[in-house]
């Protein structure tokens, strides 16, 4: 599996933001692809998760209600959509794949750099 995140840039505060991850594999069957982030200075935190198969999603408090997961399986591409940027989102954003049995994500592509200015 490979992955390859797209889309970051410079947005202004309040504006929204699409990011991609495109993933090369058979298939994603079993899989979780998830999404995180690194702000300068600080650790990296995760961001929310998909479930390939069905497309269940889950998300940490602190996006909730801004920032949405989806996925095109013809595509085999997942989507980050972020609405109501804040300055405190910037950071570079990661995509990373685990199967459904690991505890942790093993798979990680290169990060997009999202910026937000006041």
């Known amino acids: 599996v490979q992955l390859q995140a797209s889309g970051g840039g410079l947005v202004q505060a309040g504006g929204s933001l699409r990011l991609s991850c495109a993933a090369s594999?058979?298939?994603?069957?079993?899989?979780?692809l998830g999404w995180f982030r690194q702000a300068p200075g600080k650790e990296r935190e995760f961001i929310g998760a998909?479930?390939?198969?069905?497309?269940?999603?889950s998300y940490v408090d602190s996006v909730k209600g801004r920032f949405f997961i989806s996925r095109d399986k013809t595509q085999n591409t997942m989507y980050l959509d972020m609405d109501n940027l804040s300055p405190d989102d910037t950071a570079v954003y990661y995509c990373?794949?685990?199967?459904?049995?690991?505890?942790?994500?093993?798979?990680w592509g290169r990060g997009t750099l999202v910026t937000v200015s006041s």
């Open positions: 998909i479930r390939w198969s069905n497309g269940i999603t």
């Open positions: 594999a058979r298939t994603f069957s079993g899989w979780f």
């Open positions: 990373a794949a685990r199967f459904f049995s690991q505890s942790s994500y093993g798979v």
